[in-house]
């Protein structure tokens, strides 16, 4: 543990926080910081084993916390400046939150003695924070703050979302004392009579359906869960918005849970056992009228193995799994995709033919933020026997992830090409994030579907039954789920901000783009022009 | 009252919520919909009298309807979706409680059926909204949203942050009954006593400083205000961040208090007797080791007249201003600003140069909206004798609020210029409602000062004292202060959300692209290079 610049007895309470923080092993920082954290700034000056990153909205700091998380496999630490600045976040940390990934969230607020004032930027921090994190504390004294970090680090590390609050004189007074780690909480044990049912139920020749989830959607979970269906004929699954979802070439294929309700009914339908590995029970994403939000089928019976945890690999879902294997399936080999790429297409791009040229040109371990979103509805498909690669999903359902999570990425794997697949109106929410992929030179390639509209909307329209419902003639409702006037530039926007870009028509200037995006060094982005919905 | 679509027997929730929304006079919704937000857009699309207009990102919804209810006198609504989206918009809406204008959000949330499976975008959306709100309610059902959307307006009208939380269900079944309007809340009164005890000190000889805000920076108070000052010698001064400040040749002017700690503690240096009028008691923007936060000079007596309240005209503190100005300054006459402009310089950019552009400009009627931050200190004294203009701030400190704001001064005034002076680093929070000025065709003028810096925090570097306490060479502090690498391009930026944009480097060019920007209709935006920061 190198503690050199904050073992001193004048170390103040931000260099305390930082020792504590890498000796957790929290190294980077994603940060958009004011004047509560100068104290904070003026530390890190000197500590350059953290890196920090400077994001120009704090939904940026916060999602690439995640998207860092789910492919370094430890948190990242977030700079946030006061309640608006956390605020500013959340919307990414709720979706951490689904994700199970953690992150330490250092919020800056105003000194002890000047928040009873109730300036300006005063505000309810505990409240804000209250709604995403599983561990929240303000921390009173310098002399408390390691410590208070090092239980912050280890809930992260546990998968929670942990919001340490730092009042600026305790960021800039002495005495502080950086602590050692902190073991986090044993992850939940599983439930031996669940284990027990689920075997029994596999081996009765029933339907049965294995929805796996967490940390069970990697390449060990996914083993265990296909030696068990080649063993019993369960159906697996995978949960709909899995973190990280290990697929591709070598790795046992799993279909996700729909998240159009009919869909996914129909992958349940029939089944009487429905034995739960790391996910839960699975429910409808919106309800609709006339519709069920329980997916469960009437008469099937659930086990739940173990209850939904953190995401981190090496979790209790892919070792119950593991263990149900050697029960129901023992001698039984798991069966990894075989490798498979669809044909390069030709002509004007169209939903399915974007999918096929990712499916032709996606890299060998590649990183996948997926937040296409509508026009992503074919990717699966086509890529299911791509290289080994990452895919990770929008599990909270808040948009405005992908840029953010791919940046993160990135700067967890700094050898791995990052492909971002991403909606255009879901970039318009954290937009800026191209600029801190500029910066830090990061190896990402955005693809942003260009259909101008909000797409999915216009398709919950008619779901949600409310198209039978307009109350005109439909051109205002239309006007709030188009994007078109004006249509968006998604080449100047990243020219703006430092991103070389281009945009495509067709087939072959797609394919064209993403072969010189990904050999470039840099982020690089391709707009990729769909056709228009109809009106 | 219109209530043709609303009255049937059939109608839904949302058509209830539509119609009493309108029938409190409601007719303007800044809107970011989601699904559970499909039978609200189903029922606006019907209603002509609303006007909808689509963000691409809940900060731009509620800041537009901060600026819109500033200008406009009276609430607009927001449509955001379930918890993230109300989060997105969290920060604008800390800034609307912190001015007092009111606002109605309508927050879309699951089925109330759906809400207990705990589905993905689930959260405890009364934890967030309750961090900003004065009023707060879900409502249950259809036949009581439309009484719950009057007190919402209600309460809004009052100057208080209102949010409705709408179950989908609850919008889309039938039996909603629209309720007629409730009379907002009482304004405060005046504390009698406070008032004889000011009078008392402003004639007592003693020295006296009369703080305004609230509605109090309108012409109308600061006229009651100066007559005081001419009669009794008592200095006037508003409040750092006024919501709304009357200013202009013939209207009473006033200083504002100082952000600076050190100049506002020079302010009121002296003061025997403070008397507060719509202000609250002044402190500290932020906390500064060896800086007071409590500004009340040691000895100084506080009068507080009335508690601070909404801001719309017609207040409390107007009123109990101009009683007091009838005791202490009959007959005695305000002292209106003589029209005034600066010569228009010449020569590369300055931030002195750049302000006096704009006070040898500014046209008559304008509404300015201020975040210009570090880059805008010295326009207030240039634009003192300009035509009479508005001149809106950030009151609550949370950056990302101007570009919004404007958009919706913009939609409150569509007759008025709106000059937008922006500082670049605050402008990214919320660039996407360029978007929404493009789209609706408003005659916004942004100025983004570009100094490619968050140069207010060099200085707060400097103030908190952090810099004397750098760890290392200042180099991995300054990277988080700094915006050049890469540097962004804002005319791009503009131009890739349909905004036409030029960029000056000069004085001149800076007068020639306003004149321009201001003479043709809808927005444009000037990127003003200001010389780069000292590193």
Chains 1, 2 share one sequence.
Not at 249 to 267: F, S
Not at 411 to 419: E, L, N
Not at 443 to 456: F, G, L, P, Q, R
Request: glycine letters at 10%; one cysteine or more; proline letters at 9%.
């Amino acid at each position: 543990m190198s503690r050199a610049p904050v073992h001193t007895p004048t170390a103040s309470g931000a260099q305390a926080l930082l020792g504590s923080l890498l000796d957790g092993g929290v190294d980077t920082c994603f940060a958009n910081p004011g004047t509560s954290e100068m104290h904070f700034v003026a530390a890190l000056d000197g500590v350059a084993r953290m890196r920090a990153v400077l994001t120009l909205f704090e939904g940026v700091a916060t999602g690439a916390a995640d998207g860092y998380a789910r492919m370094a496999e430890r948190p990242a630490a977030t700079l946030l400046h006061l309640g608006p600045g956390l605020a500013n976040g959340l919307a990414n940390l709720h979706n951490a939150r689904r994700a199970g990934t953690g992150v330490v969230n250092v919020v800056g607020d105003h000194a002890t003695t000047h928040a009873p004032l109730d300036a300006p930027l005063q505000s309810d921090i505990h409240a804000i924070a209250g709604a995403v994190s599983g561990w929240v504390r303000t921390t009173t004294s310098p002399a408390e703050v390691g410590a208070d970090a090092a239980e912050a680090v280890a809930a992260a590390k546990a998968g929670q979302v942990a919001t340490l609050v730092l009042p600026a004189d305790v960021s800039w007074s002495p005495g502080g004392v950086p602590a050692p780690p902190v073991p986090p909480p044993a992850p939940p044990a599983a439930d031996p009579d669940a284990v027990r049912a689920a075997a029994a139920a596999l081996t009765s020749g029933e339907p049965c359906v294995l929805l796996v989830g967490g940390d069970a959607t990697r390449a060990a979970g996914l083993a265990a869960a296909d030696r068990i269906a080649a063993a019993t004929g369960a159906r697996v699954l995978a949960e709909t918005f899995p973190t990280r979802l290990e697929r591709g070439a070598g790795v046992a294929p799993v279909d996700r849970l729909g998240y159009v309700v009919d869909v996914a009914v129909g992958q349940l339908a029939g089944a009487r056992h429905l034995v739960l590995a790391g996910a839960r029970r699975p429910v409808s994403f919106f309800a609709y009228p006339d519709k069920a939000s329980d997916l469960v089928p009437a008469g099937c019976e659930v086990h739940a193995l173990v209850p939904k945890e953190g995401a981190f690999a090496g979790g209790t879902a892919t070792a119950v799994l593991e263990e149900l294997a050697d029960l129901v399936a023992p001698g039984t080999a798991p069966r990894p995709a075989p490798a498979a790429r669809p044909p390069l297409p030709s002509g004007p791009l169209t939903v399915q033919s974007a999918a096929a040229v990712v499916g032709a040109l996606l890299p060998e371990g590649a990183v996948v933020v997926d937040e296409s979103v509508s026009s992503g509805l074919g990717l699966p498909a086509v890529t299911a026997g791509a290289p080994r690669h990452d895919w990770l999903t929008l599990t909270g359902g808040s948009i405005g992830y992908g840029l953010p999570a791919a940046t993160g990425a990135a700067i967890a794997c700094p050898d791995r090409p990052v492909w971002c697949l991403q909606a255009d109106g879901s970039a318009m929410y954290t937009i800026s994030a191209l600029w801190t992929q500029a910066r830090e030179g990061l190896d990402v390639t955005t693809v942003v579907y260009h259909n101008s509209a909000y797409a999915i909307l216009r398709m919950e329209l008619a779901q949600t039954g409310a198209a039978a419902h307009l109350a005109g003639d439909g051109a205002r409702a239309r006007a709030l789920l188009d994007l078109d006037r004006p249509d968006l530039d998604f080449v100047a926007l990243a020219a703006g901000m430092g991103v070389p870009g281009e945009r495509v028509t067709t087939a072959e200037a797609l394919a064209s783009a993403l072969r010189r995006a990904t050999a470039e060094p840099g982020p690089h982005l391709v707009e990729a022009v769909l056709p228009p919905l109809a009106p």
